[in-house]
């Protein structure tokens, strides 16, 4: 579904992603670590179509269709959806309009009708009581005063709301205690299923307990350096990431 | 000069009503008009060489000869359009200045409460209304000493002690006349007594789509623990111009609650200004502007503690569009004797385009030293990370700006405790800035 190709990322004048290739099937879930500045989050920017990146070669693809030649927009209505690692807050947009909007723009291009407001509302319902969401996050503005594990809470309320093909969790697990890491896993776990996808972005080996990977890379210095099972993940969480760094060529981590 | 030929013009149109006034000319009242006249013809308009008026150009309404116009006959379904729809309000309708009484109605009022004409007040019972009239708003500026000496007409409200006015009173301004530049100068009266409430709405519409002058004056007592609240909505043609000045005066324990909404005009100033003049008052001074085209929107404030343990909250927003301009200018006064002052000013704008402009101007003047006040100012752009955010949940660029935008705006009715007024607000702010 996902195909990531010979992809080259500059930020500035710094090459960020050195020639990335990523094949992600539908019913997958792949987990990509790294230390920090690896180019974990650049890559899940990239795919999101956030601005400030230059793509110098590579592509991206979903179904077949140039991911790197869309809008933002355009790829989240796709079904590219991408949980943040610091979700915006949003001062005087409530959550439940916010995604009466966006779940409308998404259904518009699926050429599906609008949910008029009781169907919505009614939608809306389900989806709170399945992620443990409760009246008062969705009334308020989008994240405004939201603490750090509510904040990740919505983003999942908002992925099993909108139920893209694929879903870029960006360091889901920074900033949650236990508690919330589990209620976090249990709302991906839900989404889960054999017609769409997960991509796990994560320092820690410990989000993974909870949301077990079929595949696991590892990004360092802007290349994937090697990839398994979620057995790598365990190993890694063992032996550290200097056990994979020494392995790439002393002459390219200059 | 246009400044003193204007002034000239303004001269004589007083001295032909004054000469049609008979009796009227020789009463105690109109003392204070003519008073007032001189005043002016001390005063030029001020000009951006005043530092008040730094921002500020008026020289474009000193172009036109802007006439007091009586007798426009306007019906009830005229004014329907300018009524907020599903609002139960007791309504005063100024038409040119002048008090309608046909097309205004009053509920049943608690006893001693009185919602009358200016100009009836001032035929009927002028010591009552002398004992208020000018002694707030102090005659600094050519604009007060005009409409003072052209005090006619207007609306007075007067509530005594305990009585709770329970619906709205709208004082709906409508201006203009076909072929016509019309002077519209009400003057207005708001006294309360203690343990008081009343809630006012001010607007001010056009008729034709001719070049207007409205020159208002506001004079409000808050009573001892009244609560007094005003909302001002600026909604006249975009070639009008439009000066207010609403001054009030806050006794012990009184709230006093300003907003002011501007979304017409072709220049507009507004002075909203408040005396806290008593222990354990509160200010709240809230306004929103957005503009478009060549507007151009001056809110200056003062809000001035002379009395310990008060408090005032402010927060100004504007929405810039096209080439349009904002001024902002709020000042605090923390007197030497207002300990325990808790003063919070906020002042933020938006610039949709390189070609709006915003000047911006907190001052804050503390002579106490035990106090908190704490000042805000942030203009810019919209948060792009918050425009990303939204695009990467399918909502279209254009959208997610206008979602904003409109967010932005809509905060500064937060606060509104009329669900069928916040709506009304939010309405006119969705329906500009699509």
Redesign the interface.
């Known amino acids: 579904m996902l195909t990531v190709k010979d992809l080259y990322v500059r930020v500035e004048d710094k090459e960020i992603l050195k020639g990335i290739n990523l094949q992600v099937n539908r019913g997958e879930v792949h987990a990509i670590m790294g230390p920090n500045g690896s180019g974990k989050s650049t890559l899940a920017n990239v795919i999101a179509g956030k601005e400030g990146y230059e793509i110098t070669g590579g592509e991206v693809t979903l179904d077949g269709k140039d991911l790197l030649d869309m809008l933002p927009e355009e790829r989240a209505r796709e079904g590219v959806f991408l949980a943040f690692q610091y979700p915006v807050e949003i001062p005087g947009v409530s959550n439940a309009s916010f995604l009466k909007t966006a779940l409308n723009e998404i259904r518009k291009h699926k050429g599906l009708e609008e949910l008029d407001a009781m169907h919505f509302l009614k939608f809306m319902k389900e989806k709170m009581k399945m992620v443990g969401i409760d009246d008062n996050l969705i009334n308020r503005p989008v994240n405004q005063g939201f603490s750090g594990g509510e904040k990740k809470r919505n983003e999942i309320f908002q992925l099993q709301m909108l139920q893209p093909t694929l879903a870029v969790l960006d360091e889901t697990d920074s900033g949650l205690d236990i508690d919330a890491l589990k209620v976090v896993s249990h709302g991906v776990n839900l989404f889960r299923n054999k017609d769409n996808a997960v991509v796990v972005v994560t320092h820690y080996q410990r989000l993974l307990n909870y949301i077990v990977p079929d595949f696991v890379h590892v990004l360092v210095s802007g290349r994937i350096v090697k990839s398994g099972g979620k057995e790598l993940a365990l190993e890694l969480e063992d032996k550290g990431y200097d056990w994979v760094t020494n392995t790439v060529p002393a002459a390219e981590t200059v | 000069m246009e400044n003193t030929r204007s002034k000239d013009w303004y001269i004589s149109s007083f001295k032909k009503i004054e000469e049609s006034l008979n009796g009227e000319s020789k009463t105690p009242f109109h003392e204070l008009r003519k008073n007032a006249i001189s005043k002016f013809e001390e005063f030029d308009f001020p000009t951006i060489k005043n530092e008040e008026w730094k921002y500020t150009n008026i020289a474009p309404l000193l172009k036109y000869n802007f006439k007091q116009v009586t007798g426009v006959k306007i019906s009830k379904k005229d004014i329907e359009k300018f009524l907020i729809p599903g609002l139960k309000v007791n309504l005063a309708v100024i038409v040119n200045g002048n008090y309608v009484p046909e097309l205004s109605h009053f509920y049943k009022q608690p006893s001693g409460v009185r919602i009358e004409s200016f100009r009836n007040m001032v035929l009927n019972d002028p010591e009552f209304l002398m004992k208020y009239f000018g002694k707030y708003a102090s005659i600094d500026n050519g604009f007060v000493a005009l409409n003072t000496a052209f005090a006619f007409d207007g609306t007075v409200l007067y509530v005594p002690d305990g009585a709770i006015i329970e619906d709205y009173i709208h004082i709906l301004n409508v201006s203009g006349a076909e072929g016509e530049n019309v002077l519209s100068q009400p003057r207005n009266l708001v006294i309360t007594g203690s343990n008081s409430k009343v809630r006012i709405i001010e607007s001010y519409h056009s008729m034709a789509d001719n070049e207007n002058l409205t020159n208002v004056v506001n004079e409000v007592i808050v009573g001892e623990n009244a609560d007094v609240e005003i909302y001002k909505l600026q909604n006249e043609n975009m070639k009008s111009f439009h000066v207010n000045r609403t001054q009030a005066y806050q006794n012990r324990g009184s709230v006093f609650t300003h907003y002011s909404v501007t979304f017409g005009g072709s220049i507009v100033r507004n002075d909203t200004n408040t005396l806290l003049d008593a222990e354990n008052c509160t200010g709240n001074l809230y306004g929103l502007y957005l503009t478009e085209g060549s507007q151009h929107v001056d809110n200056h404030t003062l809000i001035d503690h002379a009395k310990p343990h008060c408090q005032s909250n402010e927060m100004y927003k504007g929405v810039l569009n096209d080439s349009s301009r904002g001024v902002f200018n709020g000042k605090v006064f923390v007197r030497v004797d207002a300990q325990k002052t808790n003063a919070y000013q906020s002042n933020k704008a938006i610039l949709l385009t390189s070609d709006a402009m915003i000047d911006t101007k907190p001052q804050l003047e503390i002579y106490a030293d035990d106090v908190k006040c704490s000042h805000g100012a942030a203009i810019g752009q919209l ?4 425009v ?10 254009e ?2 700006r206008t ?2 935008i ?3 705006a ?2 500064i009715f ?1 606060t509104l405790t009329s669900q069928i007024l916040h709506d009304h607000l939010n309405h006119i702010v969705y329906a500009k800035l699509k």
């Not at chain 2, 948060?383 to 918050?386: H, P, S, V």
């Not at chain 2, 990303?388 to 660029?397: A, D, H, K, N, P």
């Open positions: 948060d792009e990370e918050a990303f955010y939204l695009r990467s949940r399918g909502i279209g660029e959208l997610a979602v904003l409109r967010a932005f809509n905060d937060e």
